[in-house]
T-cell receptor, first 113, second 112 residues
Framework: NAGVTQTPKFQVLKTGQSMTLQCAQD?????MYWYRQDPGMGLRLIYY???????DKGEVPNGYNVSRLNKREFSLRLESAAPSQTSVYFCASKQGTQNTEAFFGQGTRLTVV | DQQVKQNSPSLSVQEGRISILNCDYTNSMFDYFLWYKKYPAEGPTFLIS?????DKNEDGRFTVFLNKSAKHLSLHIVPSQPGDSAVYFCAARRPTTDKLIFGTGTRLQVFP
């Protein structure tokens, strides 16, 4: 059981380049999330999706776009990367509005130079 | 506007003693609270949770207390073990949207 899989694990981008972070879950979960973790800032919600076909902004959505391609996959796109987007990105999924926990992927360490 | 706050960035506790990690929230609409543990270079892993209709939930060495009137929850670890050394995040959920908001984390170090 793979759980939540993120690709890539590491990435270095130049300022202005674009890229898409991929996330897939095999637990048939309805809700999916993208967070970024920065020192002293904790885990901040970028975007989330409560169900296939719906997405909503979190706490820090600027500079990002998301796509809930199907129930399994939730991708995060940086259209024009900036050094301020250097961070560790985590994808998570959750069963839905029930009182259950979210499961996290292993993270993507992104450096923008 | 930080809706979930962990005001202690770090905590150091001797092995065998109790560790108490605190978390405050501002939004009274939150209905479900969770604690996660995170080791370096790994994703956060779920530890324990509590519904807003309860004031205590216990799982082995871990107990979470919720004080709704104070908008405060705490995680008690007793006895603390060196393997508990990690960063601990509290999280709160808004119902209907299933939006999960995390705090800034507390780094716990348990020393022998």
């Amino acid at each position: 059981n793979a759980g939540v899989t993120q690709t890539p694990k590491f990435q270095v981008l130049k300022t202005g380049q674009s890229m898409t972070l991929q996330c897939a879950q095999d637990m048939n979960h309805n809700s999916m999330y993208w967070y970024r973790q920065d020192p002293g800032m904790g885990l901040r919600l970028i975007y989330y999706s409560a169900s296939e076909g719906t997405t909503d902004k979190g706490e820090v959505p600027n500079g990002y776009n998301v796509s809930r391609l199907n129930k399994r996959e939730f991708s995060l796109r940086l259209e024009s990367a900036a050094p301020s987007q250097t961070s560790v990105y985590f994808c998570a999924s959750k069963q839905g509005t029930q009182n259950t926990e979210a499961f996290f992927g292993q993270g993507t360490r992104l450096t923008v130079v | 506007d930080q809706q979930v706050k962990q005001n202690s960035p770090s905590l150091s506790v001797q092995e065998g003693r109790i560790s108490i990690l605190n978390c405050d929230y501002t939004n009274s609409m939150f209905d479900y609270f969770l604690w996660y543990k995170k080791y370096p270079a790994e994703g956060p892993t779920f530890l324990i949770s509590i519904s807003s209709i309860k004031d205590k939930n216990e799982d082995g060495r871990f107990t979470v207390f919720l004080n709704k009137s104070a908008k405060h929850l705490s995680l008690h670890i007793v006895p603390s073990q060196p393997g508990d050394s990690a960063v601990y995040f509290c999280a709160a959920r808004r119902p209907t949207t299933d939006k999960l908001i995390f705090g800034t984390g507390t780094r716990l170090q348990v020393f022998p």
